[in-house]
C-alpha cells in the first residue's frame, strides 16, 4: 500500500485481513517501531531518522522486511538482500501478504522486485486536512501496535489499550511539523514510484474521505482480482 503518512494505510491492512482471514501484513512502521523500541542496532540506527521525519535507508528497510518473511518461511531462510535474483516465494495461501509502508520510491520498488513478486500496489489518496485530523486524534499501544482514534475508533477506555489495560501514549512523530516534513518527502518520491508500477500494470488508486469510505471500494477490488 502506498499512501501519504496518516493515510490509513495500518487500518485498511487490519479491515483486509479481516475480511479475508487468509490475508497477513507486513507493515515496515511497525518492523521499524518494534526495532526502536527493543533497542536492536538496526533500531538505534532508525530512531533518529524516524524522529526527524527522514527516511530510512533502503537496506535497512529491506533487511528488517526480508528477515520477517523468512521467520514465516515465506521465503528461503537463505536469502539475501544481496541476492542477484528474486527469491522463491512459498505457495501456501498463507504466504499471501499485504505490504504496508514500503516500497516509499521507486528505487526501493525495484530492488524489492528484486526479491519478491508483487500483483496489487494500492494508492491511498484522502485530502490534507483529513489526515491532520485524524493524526491529532490517534493513539497507540506501543507494545502490540494497536492503534484508536478517538474520533471514530476510540478505546473502550479513555487512554486504556482495550486488550491489556495499559496506557496509549502519542507517536513521537505525530505532530504537525513533523507530518508535514514526511508529506514533503513522500510527494517528492511517490510520483516516479507509482509510475513504475503503473508501468507494470499493478497500480490501482482509491480515493475517499474517510477510512470507512475507502474500504468498500477496497473489498471490492480485492473480490474482482483474487475471488
Do not use: C
Not at 505457495?91 to 513478486?117: K, N, Y
Not at 485530523?133 to 502490540?144: E, Q
Not at 482514534?149 to 477506555?157: C, I, K, L, Q, Y
Amino acid at each position: 500500500m502506498v499512501g501519504a503518512p496518516g493515510v490509513g494505510k495500518g487500518t485498511q491492512a487490519e479491515r483486509l485481513m479481516k475480511r479475508f482471514p487468509q490475508i497477513s501484513a507486513v507493515s515496515s512502521g511497525d518492523l521499524l517501531r518494534t526495532s526502536v523500541r527493543n533497542k536492536t542496532p538496526l533500531g538505534l540506527k532508525a530512531e533518529g531518522a524516524m524522529q526527524s521525519g527522514n527516511l530510512v535507508p533502503d537496506d535497512m528497510i529491506l533487511a528488517l522486511i526480508l528477515n520477517e518473511l523468512k521467520s514465516k518461511r515465506w521465503v528461503s531462510p537463505k536469502t539475501s538482500v544481496s541476492d542477484a535474483g528474486p527469491a522463491s516465494p512459498s505457495d501456501s495461501p498463507a504466504a499471501s501478504f499485504i505490504l504496508d509502508g514500503f516500497p516509499r520510491t521507486a528505487v526501493q520498488a525495484i530492488r524489492l522486485d528484486a526479491l519478491i513478486p508483487v500483483n496489487l500496489v494500492v494508492s491511498l489518496i484522502t485530502p490534507v486536512e483529513t489526515i491532520l485530523s485524524r493524526i491529532a486524534s490517534r493513539w497507540v499501544h506501543a507494545p502490540s501496535g494497536r492503534v484508536y482514534n478517538t474520533d471514530f475508533n476510540a478505546p473502550r477506555v479513555n487512554g486504556k489499550d482495550d486488550v491489556t489495560g495499559e496506557p496509549l501514549t502519542k507517536r513521537a512523530d505525530d505532530d504537525e511539523e513533523t507530518w508535514r516534513l514526511r508529506l514533503k518527502k513522500f510527494e517528492e518520491t511517490s510520483q516516479p514510484l507509482l509510475e513504475h508500477y503503473e508501468r507494470k500494470g499493478v497500480l490501482w488508486t482509491v480515493k475517499g474521505n474517510s477510512s470507512d469510505e475507502i474500504s468498500p471500494k477496497l473489498f471490492q477490488e480485492f473480490e474482482n482480482r483474487f475471488a
